[in-house]
């Protein structure tokens, strides 16, 4: 893994998150505070969802946590350092569908085609429960979480990333120590397809861009690879990692979710007051079989610079917990099996199966 593949702190953490709603028609407004400990949605004003659906059945777009996560504070610690702290998510394309269960639930072919991973059942009408219930590509059978992003066509013909893919899970705070496992259900988008193209270039999820060959930190797509078998076009994202301990969902996909920032006088990322629960940093790092000329190449939801994906958590929770707490919280550089090759005396999170032993 390549030292670009970290979390790129400064700049790129302070930038401005794009919080333009993704298939919402009307903008939710903020909402107003709530009496400490509350779980309703009393106090919220005009926030406006793109359907009701079975885990949101009044429709205004809030999922509550149940129970929520009160109490926590950001942590400032700053433990023994280690230069890793992850593990992978390794995870095959399942199927593609113009289906979308966070922006637009129970709306079959409502979105623009997505390219879905891990869980196989992935459609308009999931929800925590129907993911739990199915299958996975992905290489932990405990990981049933749905994971999808734009599909990429060169011309009119759809370029599938080939095999396992890599999905990093990694602490984005300084205080590795204070990150535990997602909520069952957590969902969130990170980036927007209407983001303009200098937005999706100071996004702070933005690590390198469109790459290929040697060039790095494109915001469109090259117009061309090197024309070998051994290059494809690869792009690098980061997710927040910052929870606010009460929703599963907002309105705009994004509020309940926010990426951690730079304390003050120090170089360390901790998370902002409002959002205190620090949680695992998903990277994407997906990779296209399509080189040469790129003249042709676009995503479904537009120019390269609308790219942007979307997770749904429905990993099984002894599993999750079992892989954050040696790797991330351990401070190794683990595989999908949770085992670190530089040091192999940690031993490994999984079994040879993947799974809990």
């Not at 790129?8 to 009307?26: C, D, E, H, Q």
């Not at 951690?260 to 695992?280: F, I, M, Q, S, Y």
Request: with cysteine; charged share 15%; aromatic share 10%.
């Amino acid at each position: 893994m390549s030292r670009r593949s970290q979390f790129l702190p400064g700049a790129l953490v302070t930038a401005a998150v794009v919080l333009a709603s993704l298939g919402v028609t009307t903008v939710a407004a903020s909402p107003a505070p709530r009496a400490a400990g509350g779980t309703g949605h009393a106090g919220h004003t005009t926030a406006v969802s793109t359907a009701a659906s079975p885990e949101d059945p009044d429709g205004d777009g809030y999922i509550p946590a149940v129970p929520p996560v009160t109490g926590v504070t950001p942590s400032t610690r700053n433990p023994p350092h280690r230069y890793f702290h992850e593990f992978q998510a390794n995870c095959a394309v399942s199927h593609t569908k113009s289906d979308d269960p966070i922006a637009y639930p129970q709306r079959p072919g409502a979105s623009h085609d997505h390219t879905f991973m891990g869980n196989t059942t992935t459609d308009a009408y999931s929800t925590t429960a129907s993911l739990s219930a199915g299958g996975t590509t992905c290489k932990a059978p405990g990981d049933l979480s749905g994971y999808w992003m734009p599909t990429l066509y060169d011309g009119d013909r759809p370029v599938l990333p080939v095999g396992p893919q890599t999905i990093y899970y990694k602490a984005g705070v300084t205080d590795y120590t204070s990150v535990r496992p997602f909520p069952k259900g957590l969902r969130f988008v990170v980036g927007d397809p209407t983001q303009s193209a200098d937005a999706f270039r100071h996004h702070p999820g933005f690590v390198e861009g469109w790459e290929c060959g040697d060039s790095y930190f494109n915001t469109e797509f090259p117009a061309t690879c090197p024309d070998r078998a051994d290059v494809q076009l690869n792009i690098r994202f980061q997710a927040p990692s910052c929870w606010d301990g009460k929703y599963l969902d907002t309105p705009d996909h994004r509020d309940h979710m926010a990426y951690p920032v730079v304390k003050p006088g120090t170089n360390d990322n901790v998370c902002p007051a409002g959002h205190p629960v620090a949680l695992p940093m998903i990277e994407f790092k997906m990779a296209f079989p399509v080189n040469g000329d790129l003249s042709r190449v676009r995503l479904s939801s537009g120019t390269g610079h609308s790219f942007h994906y979307d997770f749904f958590n429905a990993w099984d929770e002894r599993t999750l917990k079992a892989l954050v707490d040696h790797c991330v919280v351990g401070g190794l550089q683990c595989d999908a099996r949770g085992y670190d090759q530089t040091h192999p005396e940690a031993g490994a999170a999984l079994n040879a199966d993947y799974r809990l032993p």
